[in-house]
């Protein structure tokens, strides 16, 4: 996989922090060319001038013809790791359940159309998606982002069983709790249900390049979460009741 990296056109978007800037930084120390994406143009800088990378700030879902531009031509990897942690329950408003879904799954989308055409030619290419364990399980308090990042998980599986025997290779990142603001930003329902087995960005990456070694499609750095996967599919109901003793204690706490 080193080997493989050196010289590799790499783009990780949300790249300001957290997850994104760890991803970033690893590609660069494996020898990629890295661009870097986020919102704010600030940080995308800070994180690019830092790993010798090119900063492309902007939307992640209208970057990838500049991002390609700046690499010269060819993205080899592309890591669609911006996200939205969209609280809320079924009574959100519209305009958050529609931004959740146009960031979490949309913006996969839109990357994957633009970039499919090139790869398939050539026979090759690397799609990572930063989802969630919220994609295989769900979140309590967190409607908008449960229901979008099983959107995301679910284009994941689609682009991997569909273009597989034609070079493409795709990653479905699916961390529980990670210690970034976005965590902090779940406020209680992350502080009962995440932050006790949080682990670090660089553990996620981690778990990222030992997938790719190894050719595997789920991506999990906190392995727990393949019992959880188990269980759910195993007995749904069973799974959905100890889902919802969570939810009445996070209500007794006050949330």
Not at 22 to 31: I, K, T, Y
Not at 229 to 254: C, F, V
């Amino acid at each position: 996989m080193v080997e493989a990296l050196q010289d590799a056109g790499v783009v990780v978007t949300g790249a300001g922090g957290g997850i994104g800037a760890a991803l970033a930084r690893r590609f660069a120390v494996e020898g990629a060319r890295v661009v870097v994406n986020d919102l704010d143009a600030a940080k995308a800088k800070a994180v690019a001038d830092e790993i010798g990378g090119i900063a492309v700030p902007g939307d992640a879902s209208a970057i990838v013809a500049e991002a390609r531009d700046a690499l010269g031509g060819t993205v080899d990897v592309y890591c669609a790791n911006a996200g939205l942690a969209s609280g809320g329950s079924e009574a959100a408003p519209e305009q958050v359940w529609a931004l959740a879904w146009d960031v979490n799954v949309m913006a996969h989308v839109r990357a994957a159309h633009e970039l499919l055409p090139g790869w398939l030619e050539r026979g090759s290419g690397r799609f990572v998606s930063t989802v969630s364990a919220a994609g295989l399980l769900t979140m309590v308090g967190a409607a908008p982002y449960s229901v979008t990042k099983h959107g995301a998980y679910a284009f994941a599986e689609w682009l991997s069983l569909t273009y597989r025997h034609r070079g493409l290779k795709v990653h479905a990142i699916c961390p529980q709790g990670v210690r970034t603001d976005m965590l902090a930003r779940t406020g209680s329902a992350g502080d009962l249900v995440l932050k006790p087995a949080a682990v670090e960005p660089e553990d996620v990456v981690d778990a990222l390049f030992a997938g790719m070694d190894e050719d595997r499609f789920l991506i999990l750095p906190h392995p727990e979460v393949a019992r959880y996967y188990q269980a759910r599919a195993a007995d749904p109901d069973r799974w959905l009741t100890s889902m919802n003793h969570i939810q009445q204690k996070w209500e007794a706490d006050g949330r």
